[in-house]
T-cell receptor
Framework: GAVVSQHPSWVICKSGTSVKIECRSL??????MFWYRQFPKQSLMLMAT?????????EQGVEKDKFLINHASLTLSTLTVTSAHPEDSSFYIC?????????????????FGPGTRLLVL | AQSVTQLDSQVPVFEEAPVELRCNYS??????LFWYVQYPNQGLQLLLK??????LVESINGFEAEFNKSQTSFHLRKPSVHISDTAEYFC????????????FGQGTELSVKP
């Protein structure tokens, strides 16, 4: 099946620094990727939709200037947490949409990365 | 607006017993429905999905879920669980007109005991 990777898998940083997380679709091209965050013992919350070659679409309540998303190629989207604070500590998960031919049309499947655990001290 | 509700946050069960994890959704448009599994310290893995056709869908490891439009439910079942099924299970809905966006339920922690 399709594979999505994330790098780094975990990161510890000091408060005030910026952290970049990469999401790559390894064996397919993805025009659309999604970024989620998951707090301990909670569900995934969609942060933004990342579209190749255009600006990301952010969900209500997500600060676009704090969570910068760049989808510069069909296989890579990056999330940069700017001026990170302890409350930004979370598990960040990306996913990528894959389209495959199916019965004369296209079947859409979303593949998830393994996640990046961010701890801000 | 859409929402997904998983009615049980934790489900403890003994090995080889049957289990049902409940999921209800609310949406003003048609949705696709999914169950994902998350093992400790890992990412999400797709367990099964309902897109169209038969309302009963099955996974390769014995789970099944039935789409019930009248009750807006998509409960997950397995007739006999194993220790290895211990994980967090998430129900999710994807509105058909929103480009693949997923709305997740709160998750159900399935704990299988020997």
């Amino acid at each position: 099946g399709a594979v999505v990777s994330q790098h780094p898998s975990w990161v510890i940083c000091k408060s005030g620094t910026s952290v970049k997380i990469e999401c790559r679709s390894l064996d397919f091209q993805a025009t659309t990727m999604f970024w989620y965050r998951q707090f301990p013992k909670q569900s995934l919350m969609l942060m933004a939709t990342s579209n190749e070659g255009s600006k990301a679409t952010y969900e209500q309540g997500v600060e676009k200037d704090k969570f910068l998303i760049n989808h510069a190629s069909l296989t890579l989207s990056t999330l940069t947490v700017t001026s990170a604070h302890p409350e930004d500590s979370s598990f960040y998960i990306c996913s990528a949409l894959s389209y495959k031919p199916n019965r004369g049309g296209l079947r859409e499947t979303q593949y998830f990365g393994p996640g990046t655990r961010l701890l801000v001290l | 607006a859409q929402s997904v509700t998983q009615l049980d946050s934790q489900v403890p069960v003994f090995e080889e017993a049957p289990v049902e994890l409940r999921c209800n959704y609310s949406s003003s448009v048609s949705v696709y429905l999914f169950w994902y599994v998350q093992y400790p310290n890992q990412g999400l893995q797709l367990l099964l999905k309902y897109l169209s056709g038969s309302t009963l869908v099955e996974s390769i490891n014995g789970f099944e879920a039935e789409f019930n439009k009248s009750q807006t439910s998509f409960h997950l079942r397995k007739p006999s669980v194993h220790i290895s099924d211990t994980a967090e299970y998430f129900c999710a809905a994807s509105p058909m007109n929103q480009g693949g966006k997923l709305i997740f339920g709160q998750g159900t922690e399935l704990s299988v005991k020997p």
